[in-house]
């Protein structure tokens, strides 16, 4: 039995269940390595069950060596209750956030002696400590990133849309390595950088204008993120002082943070830096995130979060100052939380402005 399976199967024992369900794609794949995008895992504290259709069979055999594959022939539901049964299973964790209402009857009405029992954030809560496996899929996808933005440096001009750049950044980490966009890009330029989650339109840049670029990459099935910020031609002196503001706070945080800290305690190494020189309001989102299978995990540095970040946790770090009307300035970064100190993932240059060249 591997490592994830133990772990999920000591918590198992503990809340005295006689199997669980995990219907949840990214959890799944966490749990048996198998990509496709239909089957439920059935895990006892002595087996562990894939049940997928002919469709992903033969690909279950290869990405699921660990697991006993159960064959779907006509009804995912049918298979389910099949396996349960012949396990006499008696009393069955869900996936409080995946199974609706519906699916919950019929599973009761298919297996009425079973006592089904709401599960939250079990599996996430595995995710939440990254192994050595995944950190370096996380590496790839952070150099992949950190490289489309150096390259951006390079090229970006006044005169281009928004559109045109998130399409070649786009283009450059898929042709470097990437699967896919771990999300859409943000390219924000001018008044509209104040829009933390913008999308890219077709207004085009021009010399002066505050330009904020959000992107990241799928390697390996595990996400990057990063953000950069920087005015296009010289900087204005008020722009100087937002951006070594935004700066100050981020490195802050990836010196400060460690193991065992409240997402509280995190988000207020920055929050308190910035609020301190007059911008408070000004930075409306939490600190960051966690990033793995998916681009927002659990935990997360925010005012909201009261758990700890424990050691492994690969986290975002992004503060910001948003000014409607003016632009806004944020910064991320990934690290890898550690006991003593963490590590700083991301490597991408920061620059402060883009010179126009000469024509």
């Given at each position: ?108 009405a298919a297996l009425p002696d079973v006592e089904w029992v709401a599960t939250d954030g079990i599996v996430e809560g595995l995710r939440a400590v990254k192994d050595e496996q995944e950190i370096e899929a996380i590496k790839k996808a952070v150099a992949i990133t950190d490289a489309a933005i150096e390259d951006v440096f390079t090229w970006i001009r006044p005169g281009m849309t928004e559109l045109e750049v998130a399409w070649r950044i786009e283009v450059y ?187």
């Open positions: 039995m591997n490592q994830r399976l133990e772990r999920l199967v000591s918590i198992l024992t503990k809340e005295g269940l006689d199997a669980i369900l995990v219907e949840y794609a990214p959890n799944r794949r966490y749990m048996t390595g198998f990509t496709g995008s239909a089957g439920t895992v059935i895990i006892t504290p002595d087996r562990a069950f894939l049940a997928t259709d002919f469709r992903y069979y033969e690909q279950a055999q290869v990405q699921a060596p660990d697991y006993e594959l159960y064959r779907i022939t006509l009804s995912p539901l049918k298979a389910v209750a099949e396996c349960l049964q012949s396990l006499g299973a008696k009393r069955v964790g869900y996936e409080s956030h995946v199974v609706t209402v519906k699916g919950l009857e019929q599973y009761k980490q898929r042709t470097h390595g990437a699967s896919a966009l771990s999300f859409s890009t943000i390219v924000a330029a001018g008044p509209r950088s104040s829009l933390p989650h913008a999308v890219p339109t077709d207004r085009p840049m021009d010399v002066g204008d505050p330009v904020v670029i959000d992107m990241g990459c799928v390697v390996d099935g595990y996400c990057s993120d990063l953000t950069r910020s920087f005015i296009i031609g010289e900087a204005t002196e008020e722009y100087a002082k937002v951006w070594n503001k935004v700066l100050e706070a981020q490195l802050a945080c990836e010196k400060g943070i460690v193991a065992g800290m409240s997402g509280r305690e995190a988000d207020a190494i920055a929050r308190d830096i910035i609020y301190s020189a007059g911008y408070e309001g000004q930075f409306g989102h939490g600190l960051g995130h966690c990033v793995g299978l998916e681009i927002h995990e659990e935990p997360r540095a925010s005012m909201m979060y009261q758990g700890p970040i424990n050691a492994g946790a690969a986290l975002t770090v992004e503060p910001g100052i948003y000014i409607p009307g003016w632009g806004g300035i944020r910064l991320e970064d990934i690290i890898i939380v550690g006991e003593g100190e963490s590590t700083v993932l991301t490597k991408a240059i920061k620059l402060m402005a883009i010179p126009v060249p000469s024509r």
